[in-house]
Antibody, heavy 121, light 108 residues
């Protein structure tokens, strides 16, 4: 079964860090680009970051550039999001999503169930 | 950055109705557009990519059309399981890969 399982969310104080993980199974992980998408409570979808199959192409939303770092370990079939200098506006459900293509512009055909990040003092 | 504007933001319809949702891009994106369906408490589901290509397993009552700056998602005969929020996404200009604001389809 094709599956993405996120972990690492939780309650964190403003200014602190958190690392999200996404474990992939059921497909050849290193054939595809991967992304993080977030959704604040009651709001729409916001693309956060994406990484190509070989980590050669990486992109970030302006709202997280310089604070968040995406990475992947193809040997472990895993995607990561290191989030530093967290702000209240980063509070959201964070989804891991698989791209249809290796490059990162193919639409997202598989999604995890999300991990909640709450930034509050 | 490319902005996507969906209309309407809210739609009330009955089972069996034909429903059309529009997504307008702030600049031309060729056919690099996808549509997603999201039900409450669930992850989004890919319906259509490349503006008009139906994702495997998606019912044929869903269709997409358009190119350039104007796109539509049509549900030919609305079913009870189709009541959800729908999002468009542009994949032409990366980064970022922007989403539209969403269209919530509710039961009349």
């Amino acid at each position: 079964e094709v599956q993405l399982v996120e972990s690492g969310g939780g309650l964190v104080q403003p200014g602190r860090s958190l690392r999200l993980s996404c474990a992939a199974s059921g497909f050849t992980f290193d054939d595809y680009a991967m992304h993080w998408v977030r959704q604040a409570p009651g709001k729409g979808l916001e693309w956060v970051s994406g990484i190509s199959w070989n980590s050669g192409s990486i992109g970030y939303a302006d709202s997280v550039k310089g604070r968040f770092t995406i990475s992947r370990d193809n040997a472990k079939n895993s995607l990561y999001l290191q989030m530093n200098s967290l702000r209240a506006e980063d509070t959201a459900l964070y989804y891991c999503a698989k791209d249809r293509l290796w490059s990162g512009v193919g639409a997202f055909d598989i999604w995890g169930q999300g991990t909640m990040v709450t930034v509050s003092s | 950055d490319i902005q996507l504007t969906q209309s309407p933001s809210f739609l009330s319809a009955s089972v069996g109705d034909r429903v059309t949702i529009t997504c307008r891009a702030s600049q031309g994106i060729s056919s690099y557009l996808a549509w997603y369906q999201q039900k409450p408490g669930k992850a989004p589901k890919l319906l259509i990519y490349a503006a008009s290509t139906l994702q495997s397993g998606v019912p044929s009552r869903f269709s997409g059309s358009g190119s350039g700056t104007e796109f539509t998602l049509t549900i030919s005969s609305l079913q009870p399981e189709d009541f959800a929020t729908y999002y468009c996404q542009q994949l032409n200009s990366y980064p970022p890969l922007t989403f539209g604001g969403g269209t919530k389809v509710e039961i009349k």
